[in-house]
């Protein structure tokens, strides 16, 4: 690996720098020799995972994204578009690559033929909604991964917590931080309690019959009746 990271004391996949430049990163992003499964970086802070999903990570990832799904079932006239572990950047200043990544509404971006393999501001927009599944990393996303996406004006931020089995969720203010959300904003009406509760049903269930359970949930409760409206479109 052409720079020198140090090991966290949460995983020894999980290494980071807090001097770095966008130079080291993109060095690292594109090494042949760091095979890296997530990757991060904002204000000289670089995370690089190296370690490979388990099944607790993946169970939990999949559920989340059949959330997504879910109500998108129920919202068809709304464009909703899962890039769940895609690379985003910002080039010089801010890059990650999410768990949970959604669009909604309009002007999604597609990947064309000679493009880079990753969605790239300011030319495409930024995501609605990411989140992170906390299976190790619980303390880095509630603090600077949460900064990270705040500086990218993201919408709303959820970490799910596979050892508590919690579900944390921020909107964005106006002033550009994040506070806790009862309610998504971008699902429009999904009590995030019901989501928690579907987490919860991961101790005995399977992620599918979780994902089952919530939609029925779903179907019971009044539907918004909310129309494609302003995205989080590119300055």
């Known amino acids: 690996m052409p720079l020198f990271l140090e090991t966290t004391s949460l995983s020894k996949s999980l290494m980071q720098r807090r001097d770095a430049t966008w130079q080291d990163y993109v060095a690292i992003r594109d ?11 904002h204000e000289g802070w670089l995370l690089v995972d190296m370690g490979t999903e388990g099944p607790n990570h993946a169970s939990f ?19 909703l578009q899962s890039y769940g572990r895609c690379l985003i950047e910002n080039p010089e200043t ?10 909604k509404g309009n002007n999604i971006p ?21 989140g992170e599944i906390s299976d190790t990393t619980l303390s880095i ?15 709303e931020y959820w970490v799910i917590d596979v050892k508590g089995l919690r579900l944390f969720a921020f909107g964005l203010t106006d002033m550009g931080v ?39 949930q779903l179907q019971t409760q009044p539907q918004s009746q909310e129309k494609p409206g302003k995205e989080n479109t590119p300055e």
């Open 31 to 41: 090494s042949n020799e760091a095979e890296w499964r997530k990757i991060a970086f």
């Open 110 to 130: 597609r990947w064309q033929p000679g493009q880079p393999r990753r969605i790239v501001a300011p030319g495409q927009r930024l995501p609605d909604l990411v």
């Open 141 to 155: 996303d509630l603090d600077e991964q949460k900064q990270l996406y705040a500086s990218l004006d993201i919408p």
């Open 94 to 103: 801010q890059a990650c690559a999410p768990d949970l990544v959604l669009y």
């Open 61 to 79: 990832s999949d559920l989340i994204t059949a959330v997504c799904f879910a109500w998108a079932f129920l919202n068809p006239d709304i464009p």
């Open 178 to 216: 994040y506070e806790p959300i009862q309610i998504s904003h971008v699902l429009t009406g999904l009590p995030l309690s019901l989501v928690e509760q579907a987490l919860e049903r991961l101790e005995t269930d399977t992620n599918t019959a979780a994902a089952t359970w919530l939609m029925q």
